[in-house]
Nanobody
Framework: VQLQASGGGLVQAGDSLRLSCAAS????????IGWFRQPQGKEREFVAT????????YYADSVKGRFTISRNNAKNTVYLQMNSLKPEDTAIYYCAADSTLQTTPSYDYWGQGTLVTVSS
């Protein structure tokens, strides 16, 4: 499966952004999709993941209550709605796909990143 993330940009603290992860491949609906982020000079970290049905979602504590992950299998797209953004959310955001549920950056497929910059 091939993934392409989009929707990043420059926003102010407190603003919202919605990232999209568009996938190609007939088996998209069978994959768990995760979002990760990598601040400059730091390691890639887990943000959120969603099960193939959309019924199971998991979040990093740092984004819980502010970010919402969702998916539309008919459109082969996963979304990350980010509200109440903080400067510490600044990072390159990546989406990834894997056949198993995990919160480590060990996913089989990765998209290119999209940069999110939150100014104070």
């Amino acid at each position: 499966v091939q993934l392409q993330a989009s929707g990043g940009g420059l926003v102010q603290a407190g603003d919202s952004l919605r990232l999209s992860c568009a996938a190609s491949g007939r088996t998209f609906s069978s994959y768990y999709i995760g979002w990760f982020r990598q601040p400059q000079g730091k390691e890639r970290e887990f943000v959120a993941t969603i099960s193939w049905s959309g019924g199971g979602t998991y979040y990093a504590d740092s984004v819980k209550g502010r970010f919402t992950i969702s998916r539309n299998n008919a459109k082969n797209t996963v979304y990350l709605q980010m509200n109440s953004l903080k400067p510490e959310d600044t990072a390159i955001y990546y989406c990834a796909a894997d056949s198993t549920l995990q919160t480590t950056p060990s996913y089989d497929y990765w998209g290119q990143g999209t940069l999110v910059t939150v100014s104070s």
